[in-house]
């Protein structure tokens, strides 16, 4: 079993959806971490949160401890969104425990 | 400040071959960590260095994979008489003393 496990594995949306992609682990953690991927490209660390909810353009990111969950968030979703979105904890230690990802592909 | 950089990006060896892979990490940092992704897989992690000591090796395999950090100059990858189950993208990370890691744009392996 994986310590960190994304959903969904593939997502859809049009061009101005609301987007969520969901991560839940099972570890305990000092920090969680949202990554991009974009197709061919090297990884972009959007946040790194380990309470609350924290806002970046149209992007948000929530974590809730107490359950082990956080959400990654795009408002109105543009087509440039589209990439590998990873979710990755750390325990305290320096070791990254990475979820699978979320391909998300954004239709104009 | 420029980023983690990693080169070669794209490396091509045939079987049998050892590949070499490096990584400068962003100044000031002198933690190093190596990741590799699999086709089709999720990142998994191989190391974790500081300057000149291997901190955590657990994610490395047994055989034919090593790294360092030496005192002066990138940290470099090695991985000798390579197999074709070796093509991955190979990602290094960097970061000062938080959990905050800042990732290479990656070296993409390819074994004939």
């Known amino acids: 079993k994986n310590e960190v496990e994304q959903s969904p594995q593939n997502l859809t949306a049009q061009e101005g959806e609301f987007i969520t992609i969901n991560c839940s682990y099972s570890?305990?953690?000092?920090?969680l971490h949202w990554l991009q991927q974009h197709p061919g490209g090297g990884i972009v660390s959007l946040f790194m949160?380990?309470?609350g909810k924290k806002k970046h353009g149209r992007l948000i990111a929530t974590i809730n401890i107490q359950e082990k969950h956080s959400s990654l968030h795009i408002t109105a979703s543009h087509p440039r969104d589209s990439a590998v979105y990873i979710c990755a904890v750390t325990e305290g230690g320096n070791q990254f425990y990475f979820g699978t990802g979320t391909s998300l592909t954004v239709i104009p | 400040n420029a980023g983690v950089m990693q080169n070669p990006r794209h490396l091509v060896r045939r079987r049998g071959q050892e590949a070499r892979l490096r990584c400068s990490p962003m100044k000031g940092h002198s933690h190093v960590y190596w990741y590799r992704q699999l086709p089709e897989e999720g990142l998994k992690f191989m190391v974790y260095?500081?300057?000149?000591?291997?901190?955590?090796e657990s994610g490395m395999p047994k055989e034919r994979f090593s790294a360092e950090f030496p005192k002066e100059g990138p940290s470099i990858l090695r991985i000798q008489q390579v197999v074709r189950g070796d093509s991955a993208a190979y990602f290094c990370?960097?970061?000062?003393?938080?959990?905050?890691?800042?990732f290479g744009p990656g070296t993409r392996l390819t074994v004939l």
């Open positions: 570890v305990g953690i000092s920090a």
């Open positions: 260095l500081q300057k000149e000591n291997i901190i955590d």
């Open positions: 949160l380990s309470s």
């Open positions: 990370a960097s970061s000062p003393m938080t959990d905050t890691q800042y």
